[in-house]
């Protein structure tokens, strides 16, 4: 399975996104690969926001080492599962990069835990609610991961 995480900005939510989907594939011992893009690359080649790290480290998740950079429309054909943190993100990413063969791998991440709701992971950037959003994602991969290892033995 290799997921991609997809933010605005590739330095807040999707790295933090990242950081918490590796740590529970590495505490479930699978082999999975997560990646993470921006639909801007306004940051591209930074590392994540400082707040992010920090946010991050304190629940012992390194991701100091990621760099930011602008999704391509190779990572269509790239990842099996496209997760956007929020209905901007989504519409951007069908538009700009799927394709009719493509567009079911692209989800808004929310609602592979809260179906149907189509929720968003608030962007933290401007208002600096990183603790809330780490909680929020954290919570939310959890069911993510869950949903995912059901539709691999489907
Ligand atoms: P992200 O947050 O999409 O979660 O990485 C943002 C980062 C940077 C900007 C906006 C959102 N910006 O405007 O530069």
Not at 29 to 34: E, H
Not at 50 to 58: G, V
Request: some cysteine; glycine content about 6%; aromatic content about 6%.
């Amino acid at each position: 399975m290799k997921i991609l995480m997809v933010c605005l900005g590739n330095i807040c939510r999707s790295p933090m996104a990242q950081g918490i989907m590796e740590s529970m594939l590495v505490d479930k011992k699978l082999n999975w690969v997560v990646d993470s893009a921006g639909t801007s690359g306004w940051h591209a080649g930074e590392q994540p926001d400082a707040r992010a790290i920090a946010a991050a480290k304190e629940h012992g998740i390194d991701i100091s080492g990621q760099r930011s950079r602008k999704m391509t429309s190779r990572d269509m054909e790239e990842f099996d599962i496209i997760l956007t943190m929020d209905s901007q993100n989504y519409s951007d990413v069908l538009h700009t990069y799927a394709s009719d063969d493509t567009k079911h791998k692209v989800h808004l991440i929310r609602n592979l835990s809260e179906p149907n709701k189509n929720l968003a992971v608030p962007d933290p950037y401007y208002d600096g609610r990183f603790e809330d959003v780490y909680q929020l994602l954290a919570k939310t991969m959890n069911n993510v991961l869950n949903h995912l290892l059901v539709e691999e033995v489907a």
